[in-house]
């Protein structure tokens, strides 16, 4: 990863302590991470927009317009995914870090699951140990 504009749904205020979001659609803020040759170069944070604005994909369209190549994200539904995958937005799972420069370091040492259609929400695989 040489370079990479990363979301991370995320507990208030954000920033790099900040907790990782259980599921991106319903945090109120991200952080927003810039990475360049797997060195962390700005943080920022970006409000999440509201669902009755576009429904799931309003944000992903909020964070493909802000520029965001990488989402770093708990749980989600197939939907978002899909639209992440044609906004050209990777996804990984990163409900195992403590906090978002965990989570970013996790990313960046390649330590984190690319996140599937099988780990999505209300799909057939409930029991993927995802939480909400």
Excluded: W
């Amino acid at each position: 990863m040489n370079q990479a504009r990363i979301a991370i749904p995320s507990s208030l205020p954000g920033g790099l302590e900040a907790e990782v979001g259980a599921h991106f659609g319903h945090c109120e803020i991200y952080t927003v991470v810039d990475v360049k040759e797997g060195v962390i170069t700005q943080v920022g944070t970006l409000p999440n927009v509201p669902h009755q604005q576009g429904g799931c994909l309003a944000p992903v369209n909020h964070l493909a317009q802000n520029g965001v190549t990488v989402l770093i994200s708990g749980g989600m539904g197939l939907r978002p995914l899909m639209g992440f995958n044609q906004a050209g937005i990777e996804v990984y799972r990163g409900t195992e870090a403590p906090n978002v420069e965990a989570a970013v370091k996790a990313l960046i040492a390649g330590g984190l699951e690319l996140f599937t259609r099988e780990f999505t929400c209300g799909g057939s695989h409930q029991d993927q140990g995802h939480q909400h």
